[in-house]
């Protein structure tokens, strides 16, 4: 069964600074891999994912993400934090062979210092 | 011209009480999901519909029962709520049997039993 593992549930880092949000998987095969952002009150909204290809993948927001088979991992990384991305960060992994379901870690909620 | 839109965005209700839950996509897709986010943020499939037929039903009770009457509609029926179903709601659709594909997510309804 796919699993994903978010080991940070709080970090807090100032603004300006940069981020990196840790997300490990686990996936009988080659992963679709997606993160997430969760504003309060809000919606789900994608920031990148990977399929295949450049294990390097930019998304929105100035966010990336580096895809390491070796580590089974997918880091989230921004090189300058804003205030307005504190959020929750939620890193998941789809199924291709069960409708696309989404299998989400548990989340990592970011806070900025100013 | 939302996407993925769910209605009530806010539902309180008494325990014991039958509630739906509505959920609409203009995406064009195939398949369509409800997730389920507890107060500790987690999110974990419920079901999964693609053209209108059921393909995954995770360990969730028979009180709750999708309803696909459209591929652009899949709402939530849930019978004699109880208090442990207070949480946020989330629908969400995708393209499914296409590897580059992503889920858009409603904004969630926050069902409140009391």
């Known amino acids: 069964a796919q699993s994903v593992t978010q080991p940070d549930i709080h970090i807090t880092v100032s603004e300006g600074a940069s981020l990196e949000l840790r997300c490990n998987y686990s996936?009988?095969?080659?992963?679709?891999l997606f993160w997430y952002v969760q504003s309060p009150g809000q919606g789900l909204q994608l920031l990148l994912k990977?399929?295949?290809?450049?294990?390097l993948v930019q998304g929105i927001k100035g966010f990336e993400a580096e895809f390491k088979r070796s580590q089974s991992s997918f880091n989230l990384r921004k090189p300058s934090v804003h205030w307005s991305d504190a959020a929750e960060y939620f890193c998941a992994v789809g199924n291709n062979n069960a409708g696309n379901m989404l299998t989400f870690g548990g989340g990592t909620r970011l806070m900025v210092k100013p | 011209d939302t996407a993925v839109s769910q209605t009530p965005k806010y539902l309180v209700t008494q325990m014991g009480n039958d509630k739906s839950i509505k959920c609409e996509q203009n995406?064009?897709?195939?398949?369509m999901y409800w997730y389920k986010q507890d107060s500790k943020k987690f999110l974990k499939i419920m079901f999964s519909y693609n053209n209108k037929e059921l393909i995954i039903n995770e360990t969730v009770p028979n009180r709750f029962s999708p309803k696909s009457p459209d591929k652009a509609h899949l709402n939530l029926h849930i019978n004699s709520l109880e208090l442990g179903d207070s949480a946020v709601y989330f629908c969400?659709?995708?393209?499914?049997?296409?590897?580059?594909?992503?889920?858009?997510f409603g904004q969630g309804t926050r069902l409140t039993v009391v």
């Open positions: 969400a659709s995708s393209q499914a049997g296409t590897a580059n594909t992503e889920a858009f």
């Open positions: 990977y399929f295949s290809g450049d294990t």
């Open positions: 995406l064009g897709h195939d398949t």
């Open positions: 996936y009988g095969a080659t992963p679709y």
